[in-house]
């Protein structure tokens, strides 16, 4: 009896190995980003995220505010400097906005690919969206621009939309440690889009000021970062050199970390609005439209940035 409870036992470890070796992978998110990329330096390093997640498909970027074009051509160039199928994701341009300093945009002067576009951001936006009905994240790292001409223009249903996962808005404190909520750049540069993405009744997974605005990249970290993330080192220092401060801010790299890590801060689920000077304003009593980043641990953050990007 022992001799054959025995011999059930090794059967029984040779069926479980095979099937555990078998067990399905999980299936990428696909998401389309829409950025500001140019300005700030931080969503270049939220696209360098983007790119070490394999629990993302991108399908495409597009680009809002100010020189569209020149911010298509910083985000088609970052693809390509990363090699591989990233040279083939299409980059739209959105509608030009009013002028904003783009330092940044030196870097792709004259660049071109075949996945380049120099305008129609808000179709492929509606196309995507379209053709995969509720299944694509959109991750917002500037103003809603596009997203609102998406819903409005684009008569896309909520409901094609999985979700918004964006960076802005503040719930409980500005931009310094300390100072009461404040509208963040991104809300604040066109607050009727913001207004009308949050009423959109999407889901809205936010990464505001509580939870970005100290996340500091040290010295140390962006020394790894221009050494350890292979192809992408190169232009990320060099755009970093253009952006021509010392420590970036890693505002939109909370948004995707957020997207693939949800554990990565802790998060309420609040029903957040936003007014006319675009404060996002959170009303008790009602219904939540959004899960709001509230706090987190820098140190813990970074260790999962530089973890993904430069290992």
């Known amino acids: 009896m022992a001799l054959f409870l025995r011999l059930l036992a090794v059967l029984a470890a040779a069926i479980a190995v095979p099937a555990a070796l078998s067990s399905p992978v999980p299936t990428p998110i696909p998401i389309v980003v829409d950025t500001d990329i140019g300005t700030d330096i931080d969503d270049a390093f939220a696209l360098a995220l983007i790119l070490k997640c394999p629990e993302l498909q991108l399908l495409g970027v597009t680009t809002v505010s100010g020189d569209t074009q020149a911010r298509a051509r910083i985000a088609a160039k970052f693809l390509w400097s990363a090699g591989g199928r990233w040279r083939n994701v299409p980059v739209y341009a959105g509608s030009p906005g009013p002028t904003q300093r783009l330092d940044q945009g030196r870097w792709a002067e004259g660049f071109s690919s075949p996945a380049l576009h120099l305008d129609g951001a808000v179709p492929f936006l509606e196309q995507t969206f379209r053709e995969r009905p509720g299944k694509v994240t959109l991750v917002a790292l500037g103003e809603l621009t596009n997203v609102a001409s998406v819903l409005r223009e684009g008569g896309v249903p909520a409901r094609q939309i999985r979700q918004i996962v964006l960076m802005g808005g503040a719930i ?76 970036p801010t890693l505002f939109d790299p909370m948004a995707v970390a957020m997207l693939v890590n949800p554990e990565i801060c802790r998060t309420e689920r609040l029903s957040v609005w936003v007014d006319r000077q675009g404060m996002t304003q959170v009303r008790e009593g009602q219904l939540p439209n959004t899960v709001a980043g509230v706090s987190v641990d820098p140190a813990a953050f970074l260790a999962f940035y530089l973890g993904r990007v430069a290992p």
């Open 172 to 247: 409980r404190r500005g931009y310094r440690q300390g100072s009461p909520p404040e509208p963040e750049w991104n809300i604040r540069l066109n607050p009727a889009a913001a207004g009308a993405v949050f009423s959109s009744g999407i889901p809205i997974v936010m990464a505001p000021l509580d939870v970005t605005a100290m996340l500091q990249f040290d010295a140390a970290g962006r020394k790894r970062a221009f050494e350890r993330a292979g192809d992408l080192a190169k232009p990320l220092e060099e755009l970093y050199r253009l952006w021509g401060m010392e420590t």
